[in-house]
């Protein structure tokens, strides 16, 4: 099972949490805002290549208002899927949203924490963690952890946001983000402390590259990164191999590639 956490990682997560909590009620509403869709996008991408047949187990680490476990469920009618996350405010929508749809037998939430996971060792075919690396905060941990609960030969697909590359598109987008966004936040979120979090997140978060070599120490081979829109955000998509390798098609450094989505 998962290793025992420090006092100040624990006291990182209840932040975190209390970040969600304080704005799930908006959460939906932003992203479709500040995204200006774009997410939904996004989301059919990161579910639109991977297969699941009938006895798939998929796991959605930071499920949050479940968006992702539910496009998941719509593309795959045979897959299983847990949606876990730390927030019970974001959860309580989640539940609420999967129940209008009626996917309850289809999709099963559970409270808890994306770094040390109420998951046995190997217990799922598949991984999705959308957005919500960044926020987990010890990223080498959360990776490990997805690894740990992860089949050999399973699968994780994350997606989350970059600084794009391009010197154009990055300054018009972090103009976005330190200038258009806080303004616009200052409307609808009462904890400007909130806002600032999640844009310090975003500044913060390591270069695909980074993130690709993470993926390798972390026990993933084959890492494939794929930009979107511009290079705002990134789908890496890897495969879980042994840590030794043997496994692996290519063993644990496997084969890298990098595709750019150019179809939005
Ligand atoms: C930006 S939201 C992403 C939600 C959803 N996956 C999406 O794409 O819209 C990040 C989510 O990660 C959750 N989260 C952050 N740290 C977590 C942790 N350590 N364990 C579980 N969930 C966590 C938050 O509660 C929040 O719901």
């Known amino acids: 099972m998962a290793d025992v956490r420090t006092q100040k990682e624990e006291d990182d997560t209840q932040a975190v949490r209390q970040v969600f909590d304080q704005i799930a009620f908006r959460y939906d509403f932003l992203n479709d805002l500040f995204s200006g869709f774009i997410h939904h996008h996004w989301m059919r991408v990161l579910v639109r290549e991977e297969p699941c047949s009938v006895e798939t187990k998929v796991l959605d680490v930071c499920t949050g208002t479940a968006d992702v476990a539910i496009a998941i469920a719509r593309h795959n009618s045979k897959a299983r899927i847990v949606g876990l996350d730390i927030s019970e405010k974001m959860l309580s929508l989640a539940k609420a949203k999967i129940a209008r749809l009626k996917l309850e037998d289809r999709i099963e939430l ?5 770094l040390a996971m109420p998951l046995a060792d190997q217990s799922v075919d598949v991984v999705f963690n959308s957005f919500g690396l ?4 010890d990223y080498k941990k959360a990776l490990t952890e997805m690894a740990r609960v992860l089949k050999f030969q399973g699968r994780i697909n994350i997606l989350e946001f970059t600084r794009p590359a391009n010197i154009v598109i990055r300054s018009v987008y972090l103009f976005y983000l330190t200038r258009i966004m806080p303004v616009v936040s ?3 979120l009462k904890e400007r402390a909130s806002f600032d979090y999640l844009s310090r997140t975003i500044k913060h978060f390591p270069a695909p590259d980074v993130v690709a070599q993470l993926m390798r120490d972390c026990g993933f081979a084959q890492v494939c990164v ?3 829109t511009g290079g ?3 789908l890496y998509r890897a495969t879980r191999v042994p840590a030794d390798g043997g496994q692996g098609p290519r063993g644990a450094q496997g084969k890298s590639c990098y595709h750019e989505d150019r179809s939005r």
């Open 186 to 188: 200052r409307f609808f």
């Open 110 to 114: 559970c409270w808890g924490d994306g």
């Open 232 to 234: 705002i955000a990134c």
């Open 226 to 228: 794929k930009p979107l």
């Open 134 to 137: 960044r926020n987990q905060g």
